[in-house]
């Protein structure tokens, strides 16, 4: 047989000799008469071929897996395609291209998030059968993990943005994100991982007023330290974000206190300047424009100012919206005078108390034998206080309800002679009452 082959060959090589040596066009037609005449030959002796396919794709083969029902994907493979060696009949399988196998890697035994070893099946999708010699590589490493979604709170990155000379830009709570949140998707062991992100402004910047900056610039965080190269394997639901940095002005504002509650003739004006602040004035930011030269801090019902008397006050109640206290005293304490004060219970009987605005349809009496109140002042004012020195009146309009009957009605005392002292009330009542009956007129 062998020889028989070897013989037809050169007796091939001989035709092909003297054929070269006639017409062009019958050495040309010859060659072709030849080749198809060495094909014949070949599938008649030669019906089996070996062959060798580059570049089929890897998958991988979920379903009715664990992995398929919790939710697992393939988030990386060691190879993306193999080389595939096979054998078969030439008809079937000399034409055979890489896109028609599939190499399938089954993820049956996929439990846990982690890395497995996977053998490679080669799946041929247009049925052709053939022999499966070798498969390069045989076994594939793939990385398993769920994919979920993490909502993180956005925090402000502002390295480059400064504030000039005599501004001071706001705390990270006064600087607004939005939208101020994040959706993350992506594996489950990165995710993990993340706690929050930052909205990165990269300008450098120096600023005198409040400002908007847009940022598509987002950093990753596990607290403080950032979390880096992972942003490929997730997808975000948001890709821009505005970031308002307030700026504020820097100024220094005088501290005030408002007297309530003194006596009509009572000198407010020197009492207020014998009260000792803590802090009498404080270094502020300013937002926008608006600024004062001084602030109210509060105000003293002298009703409850007694001899050395403290109050205290804090700024977040007498701070404006817009202000910051930058030297964060968060408090200001007033302290009243004590030296030289002193106090004084003087009666009055219910005679001696006068009734004001009543309305004449009515009349009016009291009922209550008297009050006790109590004076402060320096000493030597209260040594020459006398009752007489004293008016005890009740408004009658001050809380009568316009019907026949009795009812409880605040006496108030002022001190025409004296500008420096005050009342505190009586037997403990900040605004002594005197109970009064009242009785229609006959007409």
Avoid at 283 to 303: C, K
Avoid at 315 to 341: A, I, M, Q, R, W
Avoid at 394 to 401: K, Y
Wanted: aromatic share 8%; glycine share 6%.
């Amino acid at each position: 047989m062998f020889n028989a082959v070897k013989n037809f060959f050169n007796n091939i090589g001989l035709f092909f000799a003297r054929l070269f040596e006639k017409d062009l066009f019958i050495k040309i037609g010859s060659i072709i008469a030849a080749i198809i005449i060495w094909f014949g030959v070949s599938i008649s002796e030669y019906p089996s071929i070996s062959r060798i396919i580059y570049n089929v794709p890897v998958e991988i083969n979920f379903e009715g897996t664990y992995a398929e029902a919790n939710g697992y994907q393939a988030l990386s493979k060691s190879d993306e395609t193999v080389t595939v060696y096979i054998k078969g009949e030439r008809g079937e399988i000399g034409n055979l291209e890489a896109d028609e196998l599939v190499a399938s890697a089954s993820a049956e035994d996929v439990m846990y998030a982690t890395d497995y070893k996977l053998p490679i099946e080669i799946v041929c999708t247009t049925g052709k059968t053939f022999e499966i010699e070798k498969v390069e590589p045989a076994v594939i490493d793939v990385n398993f993990d769920k994919i979920i979604t993490k909502e993180v709170t956005l925090t402000p990155e502002l390295s480059g943005v400064k504030t000039s000379d005599g501004y001071i830009m706001g705390d990270e709570e006064d600087i607004v994100i939005v939208p101020n949140t994040l959706n993350i998707t992506g594996p489950a062991q990165i995710l993990d991982n993340i706690t929050n992100a930052a909205a990165v402004v990269n300008e450098n910047a120096f600023l005198t007023s409040t400002t908007d900056f847009r940022t598509t610039s987002i950093k990753l965080m596990n607290g403080t330290t950032e979390i880096a190269d992972e942003n490929e394997k997730l997808t975000f639901d948001k890709s821009e974000f505005t970031v308002h940095v307030p700026v504020y002005t820097k100024g220094t504002v005088s501290l005030n206190v408002q007297i309530a509650n003194a006596p009509e003739s009572f000198d407010v004006d020197a009492f207020k300047e014998k009260l000792e602040l803590s802090v009498s004035e404080l270094e502020v930011a300013i937002l926008g424009d608006s600024s004062v030269d001084s602030l109210d801090i509060g105000t003293l019902d002298m009703r409850e100012v007694d001899i050395g008397s403290e109050f205290t006050f804090s700024t977040e109640d007498f701070l404006p919206e817009g202000y910051e206290d930058l030297n964060e005293v968060h408090t200001v304490t007033v302290k009243c005078p004590s030296e030289g004060l002193v106090q004084r219970s003087i009666h009055f009987t219910n005679s001696s108390i006068q009734l004001v605005n009543a309305p004449s349809q009515y009349d009016f009496n009291i009922v209550t034998s008297g009050v006790t109140p109590i004076f402060v002042g320096p000493e030597g004012s209260m040594e020459q206080l006398s009752s007489i020195d004293v008016i005890a009146k009740i408004d009658i309009l001050n809380g009568f309800n316009g019907s026949e009957g009795y009812c409880k009605l605040p006496i108030t005392f002022s001190i025409p002679s004296h500008s420096d002292i005050w009342c505190i009330g009586s037997d403990g009542d900040l605004s002594p009452k005197a109970t009064i009956v009242a009785t229609l007129k006959n007409n």
